[in-house]
T-cell receptor, first 111, second 112 residues
Framework: GEDVEQSLFLSVREGDSSVINCTYT??????LYWYKQEPGAGLQLLTY?????DMKQDQRLTVLLNKKDKHLSLRIADTQTGDSAIYFC???????????FGAGTQVVVTP | EAQVTQNPRYLITVTGKKLTVTCSQN?????MSWYRQDPGLGLRQIYY???????DKGDVPEGYKVSRKEKRNFPLILESPSPNQTSLYFC???????????FGSGTRLTVV
């Protein structure tokens, strides 16, 4: 089966940029997503990118996709304490079927 | 407000006692899915449904059942729960667009 891998923990100072990395194994994935999970809450879709794109920017979020290396990253500019959460990357072959999730990266923002 | 509603939020039960976790969405989404979340494993799909009366297995379907008799509801049934089903469960729905799934707030199940 497919595997999506992420580092488990990231500590960042408030105001700095955060970069969360993800690698996936299935080159036929069509959609790649970043979800955010705050304590006690469900998953909130942050952003997504199609496999035919290299980069997507949405306010403080920048997603970079390197299809050759099967590497996806999420950069959060000017990280705030409200960005402390678990971030999941996920891949899918279609927009409605199975999402293959990574284990999640716990991001802790320190003052 | 557009949302996916799961009930209950928390449940403690004993081994072998049948239980149902309900899931309802008010967005007229065709696609619905159940996931379980375990530490270090991320989320794994249990079952999904493409429409009324159409369901299929995900990665970890053993010990679970689902039904989709109405478009808005997608209950998860544990006929004989066991301790290894202790987990955080999420229901999600999708319109099939690039926005992917909308998730419920989760149900934390403990089986003793």
């Amino acid at each position: 089966g497919e595997d999506v891998e992420q580092s488990l923990f990231l500590s960042v100072r408030e105001g700095d940029s955060s970069v969360i990395n993800c690698t996936y194994t299935d080159s036929s994935s069509t959609y790649l997503y970043w979800y955010k999970q705050e304590p006690g809450a469900g998953l909130q879709l942050l952003t997504y990118i199609f496999s035919n794109m290299d980069m997507k920017q949405d306010q403080r979020l920048t997603v970079l996709l390197n299809k050759k290396d099967k590497h996806l990253s999420l950069r959060i500019a000017d990280t705030q304490t409200g960005d402390s959460a678990i971030y999941f990357c996920a891949e899918s072959f279609d927009s409605w079927g199975k999402l293959q999730f990574g284990a999640g990266t716990q991001v802790v923002v320190t003052p | 407000e557009a949302q996916v509603t799961q009930n209950p939020r928390y449940l403690i039960t004993v081994t072998g006692k049948k239980l149902t976790v309900t899931c309802s969405q008010n967005m007229n989404h065709e696609y619905m899915s159940w996931y379980r979340q375990d530490p270090g494993l991320g989320l794994r799909q249990i079952y999904y449904s493409m429409n009324v009366e159409v369901t299929d297995k995900g990665d970890v379907p053993e010990g679970y059942k689902v039904s989709r008799k109405e478009k808005r509801n997608f209950p998860l049934i544990l006929e004989s729960p066991s301790p290894n089903q202790t987990s955080l469960y999420f229901c999600a729905s999708s319109t099939g667009s690039s926005y992917g799934y909308t998730f419920g707030s989760g149900t934390r199940l403990t089986v003793v």
